[in-house]
């Protein structure tokens, strides 16, 4: 008898202790329609930035009158500008100052990529001499080796194949060898290289040394490892970097005006020094500086869009992928909202 009043008294207390269980649950869940009910009913205010619109306001201010100035100053005379931007002498000069930079820097990050090889390597003695050249071609500027390659013939009237210090078997005059053209591109390169070893090193370095040692472990060659586990992920760190390089030469080579070859600033000074016009045609070469600039860096955004697999799923969206999505999501917002289709009246529950 005492069992089961002990047995009867539990489940009473069992099932008083459910029934308030669930009457606290259905007070928080009461309590929660409440307090959603009340933050609905709020209003949202965004937060003002009244500095932040008179900056803008500023900036659209400066724009429009540089606008205005380009539009209504005479002193530019976009009519020489529209006269010469496409005269046969200034599109053989682009051409010349693409071929300029395409040699450059073919030649500046194959000489780049040996060299940065030797810095990386165990040899003290590749080191020093990888070393010594990054601070010789960074040391000096650009102009100085370009002048200083064009009057090679000065110090060294020909040049000889055959043993070292020893017989020659063949020489040729370096005249005919190195032209003005072949020492700008030499004098190009080799600049180039001295940074393009540095661009290169610091995106080999950045790879985690523990991708190495497991392509070690697992028995992977040490030729496979540099192509195709070290060189994919560093060209993430290379790109950036590689590409500014190349469109600082695109730049540069502006300065081998100095050695009489055809590239598009000389011919600019050469036509402005005849006809008198130094801003329309300073504007031509300004213009098409820029243009293939931007032909550059979409280059440049398709290149690591492409290397950029390596680290995420989906890559990011090219600008006309994000344009279409703009429109989708214009269209979408006009879109009418759909009506909800009326339900049947009378059907059994």
Same mark, same amino acid.
Do not use: C, K
């Given at each position: 008898m005492t069992i089961t009043t002990t047995a009867a008294t539990t489940a009473a207390a069992a099932t008083a202790a459910a029934t308030g269980s669930a009457?606290?649950?259905?007070?928080?869940?009461?309590?929660? +329609?409440?307090?959603?009910?009340?933050?609905?009913?709020?209003?949202? =205010?965004?937060?003002?930035?009244? !500095?932040?619109?008179?900056?803008?306001?500023?900036?659209?201010v400066v724009l429009a009158q540089f606008v205005h100035g380009l539009a209504t100053n005479p002193g530019w005379d976009w009519a020489t500008f529209?006269?010469?931007?496409?005269?046969?002498?200034?599109?053989?000069?682009?051409?010349?100052?693409?071929?300029?930079?395409?040699?450059?820097?073919? #030649?500046?990050?194959?000489?780049?990529?040996?060299?940065?090889?030797? +810095?990386?390597?165990?040899?003290?003695? #590749?080191?020093?001499?990888?070393?010594?050249? =990054? !601070?010789?071609?960074?040391?000096?500027? #650009?102009?100085?080796?370009l002048v200083? !390659?064009?009057?090679?013939?000065?110090l060294y009237k020909r040049f000889g194949i055959g043993i070292p210090f020893g017989p020659t078997f063949a020489d040729f005059e370096t005249v005919g060898v190195l032209g003005a053209l072949g020492a700008a591109v030499l004098g190009l390169g080799l600049h180039q290289a001295a940074f393009a070893a540095e661009i290169i090193r610091g995106g080999v370095i950045a790879v985690d040394a523990g991708q190495r040692e497991a392509a070690a472990a697992l028995g992977v060659p040490r030729w496979r490892q540099a192509w195709r586990i070290v060189l994919p992920q560093a060209m993430r760190g290379i790109l950036p970097a590689a590409a500014n390089e190349v469109i600082s030469l695109f730049k540069?080579?502006?300065?081998?005006?100095?050695?009489?070859?055809?590239?598009?600033?000389?011919?600019?000074?050469?036509?402005?020094?005849r006809t008198g016009r130094v801003v329309p045609l300073l504007m031509v070469a300004t213009v098409w500086y820029v243009l293939l600039t931007t032909v550059l860096s979409i280059a440049q955004?398709?290149?690591? +869009?492409?290397?950029?697999?390596?680290?995420?799923?989906?890559?990011?969206?090219?600008?006309?992928?994000?344009?279409?999505?703009?429109?989708?999501s214009l269209r979408a917002a006009r879109a009418p909202a759909p009506v909800p289709a009326p339900t049947a009246s009378g059907g059994r529950s």
């Open positions: 009457d606290a649950s259905a007070g928080t869940a009461a309590a929660a +329609r409440v307090d959603l009910a009340e933050l609905s009913a709020l209003r949202t =205010v965004p937060a003002r930035h009244p !500095w932040r619109w008179a900056a803008a306001a500023a900036a659209l529209r006269i010469y931007f496409s005269t046969d002498t200034i599109l053989r000069a682009v051409g010349r100052t693409i071929e300029l930079t395409f040699y450059g820097t073919v #030649l500046g990050f194959l000489l780049g990529a040996v060299v940065a090889a030797m +810095r990386l390597s165990r040899s003290a003695v #590749l080191q020093s001499i990888a070393w010594a050249y =990054v !601070w010789a071609f960074r040391s000096i500027p #650009l102009i100085v080796q200083f !390659w064009f009057n090679l013939s000065y540069g080579t502006s300065v081998v005006y100095v050695m009489a070859i055809g590239e598009l600033f000389y011919q600019v000074q050469v036509v402005y020094g955004y398709y290149v690591e +869009r492409h290397f950029a697999r390596g680290s995420s799923r989906t890559p990011p969206p090219t600008p006309l992928q994000r344009a279409r999505t703009f429109v989708r």
